[in-house]
């Protein structure tokens, strides 16, 4: 079991990485198109992290029993991170309707956005040898967007261009710009709770469940 979930890891990887070139080829066609732009997306980075999260999480299902405590802090973070970024996209998705611009969804988009962050968490909530994470892990959670968040508006102000529309001036008001980070780091801290939560349940797939008085 601990093998299978090592190459099903290395295979959501290679998946990841396959949508990350495919969205690149994809965004070179946009006028506004510039690597650094590319590169300073949440979704990117917390996808790039995410590649690192399974390939490291393969070679420990591959090489030891159980997952160390470091690794699966590292883990609920960045599966917070991308399950976050799935969920902003498609508010982000549904919010186009209203306004005056169009959101194409390539099938990088649903990738990155959508079926890695939904097998990322199937991996987390099905493991069996990830260690128990305690809630304190929300003193750090917001660490990393807020670092985030700063450095793009810095750079949004200076570039005059911003990954997403509730970060600039020109389509939304202070007050609704707080909102919209207000709304995302309350999901950030609540999903991160949840991960922290489930290390305390032992949730077994259909696979390894038996009859009872069978299979002893």
């Known amino acids: 079991m601990r093998t299978s979930f090592g190459i099903g890891r290395l295979l959501l990887a290679a998946v990841q990485v396959a949508a990350l070139v495919g969205n690149f080829d994809y965004v070179l066609g946009f006028a506004t198109f510039a690597t650094g732009n590319f590169f300073s997306y949440f979704t990117i980075q917390s996808a790039i992290a995410a590649v690192v999260m399974f390939v490291v999480g393969a070679v420990l299902a591959l090489r030891t029993q159980e997952d160390p405590p470091w690794f699966d802090l590292f883990r609920s973070l960045v599966t ?50 990830k260690a128990r994470v305690s809630v304190r892990i929300l003193r750090w959670v917001a660490l990393y967007p807020l670092v985030w968040g700063v450095f793009t508006l810095v750079r949004g102000a200076s570039v005059g261009w911003y990954p997403y529309f509730f970060l600039d001036s020109a389509q939304v008001t202070p007050l609704e710009m707080l909102l919209y980070c207000a709304i995302c780091l309350l999901i950030i801290v609540g999903i ?22 069978r299979g002893r």
């Not at 998705?93 to 959101?103: F, L």
């Open 192 to 213: 991160t709770a949840t991960l922290a939560a489930t290390t305390r349940v032992h949730l077994s797939p259909w696979w390894e469940r038996r009859e009872p008085g």
């Open 80 to 129: 917070t991170y991308i399950i976050v970024s799935g969920i902003v996209f498609a508010l982000m998705v549904i919010q186009s309707n209203t306004r005056d611009y169009r959101i194409d969804v390539p099938w990088s988009d649903q990738v990155l956005h959508f079926w890695v962050p939904a097998f990322a968490l199937l991996d987390w909530l099905f493991d069996p040898h």
